[in-house]
């Protein structure tokens, strides 16, 4: 089955700079890549997500970029803000979806 | 709310006690999910119902019994449940369970097993 690994577990960055999560997986016929956000106290919530055929998708301050031959993908806030601060997981979906273990995101005003 | 419902929230059960844990969706979704998220861990895929044929149990303990009598709710029956099993469940729901995207997840039911 597919493994996905997530890192780092957690990261503090000041206000205003940018947030890098780096997630890889092993199964190559994971065919789409979502990322999601948790706040305290509610359930993940989708934020974005990257599909095998797309190298890289933006929305607003946040990106994700794939690279499928190193079967590696990441997460991009910039201009970082205290409402980021979460936990980020990333995911990976051949038959089902599988997790990492999450990011632990602090920001710092 | 994101359209996903579970109750109760909180829940602090004896091991010999059994409860249930529900889920409700009024998203359409034909597809929903029970996951337990433990600190520090992947979500971990417990029960997978796709038009309420169950397609997934992921080797849970017989301890955790899953019901879905529609396509719109879905219960975690709990009984005789280890300290361990202490976690956050979460419940999610999708268009197909053969799609990998459009999950949308409640905020789970916090146990705690003492």
């Known amino acids: 089955g597919e493994n996905v690994e997530q890192h780092p577990s957690t990261l503090s960055v000041q206000e205003g700079d940018s947030a890098v999560i780096k997630c890889t997986y092993s199964d190559s016929a994971s065919n789409y890549f979502p990322w999601y956000k948790q706040e305290l106290g509610k359930g993940p919530q989708l934020i974005i997500d990257?599909?095998?055929?797309?190298g890289e998708k933006k929305d607003q301050r946040i990106a994700v970029t794939l690279n499928k031959t190193a079967k590696h993908f990441s997460l991009h806030i910039t201009e970082t803000q205290p409402e980021d601060s979460a936990v980020y997981f990333c995911a990976a979906h051949d038959y089902k979806l599988s997790f990492g273990a999450g990011t632990t995101v602090t920001v710092r005003a | 709310e994101t359209g996903v419902t579970q109750t109760p929230r909180h829940l602090v059960m004896g091991m010999t006690n059994k409860k249930s844990l529900k889920c409700e969706q009024h998203?359409?979704?034909?597809?929903m999910y029970w996951y337990k998220q433990s600190a520090k861990k992947p979500l971990e895929l417990m029960f997978v119902?796709?038009?309420?044929?169950?397609?997934e149990n992921n080797s849970v303990p017989s301890r955790f019994s899953p019901e879905c009598p529609n396509s719109s709710h879905l219960f975690l029956h709990l009984h005789t449940l280890q300290p361990e099993d202490s976690a956050l469940y979460l419940c999610?729901?999708?268009?197909?369970?053969?799609?990998?995207?459009?999950?949308?997840f409640g905020s789970g039911t916090r146990l705690t097993v003492v």
């Open positions: 998203l359409g979704h034909n597809a």
């Open positions: 999610a729901s999708s268009q197909d369970s053969n799609l990998g995207y459009g999950y949308t």
């Open positions: 990257i599909r095998s055929n797309v």
């Open positions: 119902y796709n038009f309420k044929e169950q397609t």
